[in-house]
Nanobody, 124 residues
Framework: QVQLVESGGGLVQAGGSLRVSCAAS????????MGWFRQAPGKEREFVAA????????YYADSVKGRFTVSRDSAKNTVNLQMNSLKPEDTAVYYC?????????????????WGQGTQVTVSS
């Protein structure tokens, strides 16, 4: 059973930076595509970023491209999301997720395990 634990959320002013991390346990980390999603109040959960199993390929939603960077540390079984130039519309609960297989996806129903989420709040 894969377990994912997010950390690093918090409150930041617009224009600031924050890094959220996700620690994975219970499975072969190197076999997973890792994804980040977010959900704002009253909205559906949406794709933010994903990283390939090797870490050599990354994918981003248009809304965060150029501001967010996803990375993974296979030695520590962690995946990180560095968020820069934050905007109030980035406020949401951020979730990491695991997808078995080699291809990435933007669909929430194509991810197999989820963390509990961490709150990110950006004040204007």
């Amino acid at each position: 059973q894969v377990q994912l634990v997010e950390s690093g959320g918090g409150l930041v002013q617009a224009g600031g930076s924050l890094r959220v991390s996700c620690a994975a346990s219970g499975g072969p980390f190197s076999r997973y595509v890792m994804g980040w999603f977010r959900q704002a109040p009253g909205k559906e959960r949406e794709f933010v970023a994903a990283i390939s199993r090797s870490g050599s390929s990354t994918y981003y939603a248009d809304s965060v491209k150029g501001r967010f960077t996803v990375s993974r540390d296979s030695a520590k079984n962690t995946v990180n999301l560095q968020m820069n130039s934050l905007k109030p519309e980035d406020t949401a609960v951020y979730y990491c997720a695991v997808r078995y297989g080699s291809s990435w996806s933007m669909r929430t129903d194509e991810y197999d395990y989820w963390g509990q989420g961490t709150q990110v709040t950006v004040s204007s």
